[in-house]
């Protein structure tokens, strides 16, 4: 199983810029298609990014241009950097492989208000 801690999150205000860490273990983690998740009040978690072992990158369409994914195999750590942050971007982020393979982590919580 992928075990995950994530971090980074915080509040910020409409168009600024947050990066989120999460450091994984496990055998199938630098293997894997890694990805960030969100979960916003009442509504079911979406992925957000995907990255391949080769470091294709993907993106739902709401973000695409304002977030970028990244990772760091030597240091077993995914990256998401979130730049022009909106208010619909406020959730609960998590990081799992895709598809996950393993309990879901504590996420950290992305806040965007004025």
């Known amino acids: 199983q992928v075990r995950v801690v994530e971090s980074g999150g915080g509040l910020v205000t409409p168009g600024g810029s947050l990066r989120l860490s999460c450091a994984g273990s496990?055998?199938?983690?630098?293997?894997?298609?890694l990805a960030w998740y969100r979960q916003a009040p009442g509504k079911e978690r979406e992925l957000v990014a995907t990255?391949?072992?080769?470091?294709?990158?993907s993106y739902t369409d709401s973000v695409k241009g304002r977030f970028t994914i990244s990772r760091d195999n030597g240091a077993n750590t995914v990256y998401l950097q979130m730049n022009s942050l909106k208010s619909e971007d406020t959730a609960m982020y998590y990081c799992?492989?895709?598809?996950?393979?393993?309990?879901w982590g504590q996420g950290t919580q992305v806040t965007v208000s004025s």
């Open positions: 799992q492989t895709n598809p996950a393979s393993g309990p």
């Open positions: 496990g055998i199938f983690w630098k293997l894997s298609t």
């Open positions: 990255i391949t072992i080769g470091d294709t990158t």
